[in-house]
């Protein structure tokens, strides 16, 4: 996996939401940068060739076209579970990097999570209505990691 130093403060290891997790072994600030988004920068129609039939969460939309592939040469991000109470947030950079920043100041040992904030792509629904089920465990959870897809640019 790639490494930053951005990244020196977490470590991906098996998660109470999902899979595995990304946890924080120093604490990290608020509004600070935490690790870059990297993978592999798809087409969409490349993205919708390789995930048909199994939608993707490690696909990131940077714009209508572009696509970053976290499966594919991407970095311990990917691991970022959702959640729809966040400690972080995706910011689209100017130079189109996709960085994630942590909302509020988060302790050693707290996982990591983001609003995935999915959407349909397409007018096509569902095959299956659980493909996005949510298991988070807040106390105001969703249900589902789909949500109002708003591209969020870091404020200067």
Partial sequence: MAKSNIDSRIEVKDSGIHGKGVYATKRIKKDKPIIEYTGERVSADEAD???????????????????????????????????????????????????????????????????YQLTDEGDEPDSTP?????????????????GSAKKKKKKK
Avoid: W
Avoid at 79 to 95: G, M, Q, R, T, W
Avoid at 130 to 146: I, N
């Fill in 49 to 115: 060739e390789r995930y048909q039939d199994n939608p993707s969460t490690y696909l990131f939309m940077v714009d209508d076209n572009i696509y970053i592939d976290g499966l594919s040469d991407g970095n311990e991000a990917r691991f970022i579970n959702h959640s729809c109470k966040p400690n972080c947030v995706a910011y689209l950079e100017d130079d189109g990097r996709i960085m994630i920043y942590s909302r509020k100041e988060i302790e050693p040992g707290t996982e990591l999570t983001y609003d």
């Fill in 130 to 146: 659980t493909d996005y089920t949510c298991y988070c465990g807040a106390s105001k959870c969703k249900g589902t990691m789909k």
